[in-house]
């Protein structure tokens, strides 16, 4: 299976940007299904934007028209690139895979098994 590894969080002021990177060894991210998660102490974590290996993508109410979702051309790093950072954007951010999503749902937690291990985006 694939193993993924997170960076590009930090700190940010609101309306900032910052694109996160997940980068895959073991595997081509291009057999999978792929999602970036977000969550808060306490919370559940929650889907970000998710993306299909013939690369239609899906995307939080949240997250529409500010995050993008995307693979570099070798489909061995996947991104996130997020605008308009505000403060609620803040969490540790997950990238996921999964060999198929049985719901269809890109967003649903329950079905990736394979995560990193986490960046943290703070936004004030």
């Known amino acids: 299976d694939v193993q993924l590894v997170e960076s590009g969080g930090g700190s940010v002021q609101v309306g900032g940007s910052l694109r996160l990177s997940c980068v895959a060894s073991g595997d081509t991210i291009g057999r999978y299904c792929m999602g970036w998660f977000r969550q808060i102490p306490d919370k559940e974590r929650e889907g970000v934007a998710g993306?299909?290996?013939?690369?239609?993508?899906s995307y939080a109410d949240s997250a529409k028209g500010r995050f993008t979702i995307s693979y570099d051309t070798a489909k061995t790093t996947l991104y996130l690139q997020m605008n308009d950072l505000q403060p609620e954007d803040s969490a540790m951010y997950y990238c996921?895979?999964?060999?198929?999503?049985?719901?269809?749902?890109?967003?649903?937690?329950?079905?990736?098994?394979?995560w990193g291990q986490g960046t943290q985006v703070t936004v004030s």
């Open positions: 996921a895979a999964a060999r198929l999503v049985y719901s269809r749902n890109l967003l649903l937690m329950q079905e990736y098994n394979i």
């Open positions: 993306i299909e290996s013939d690369g239609s993508t």
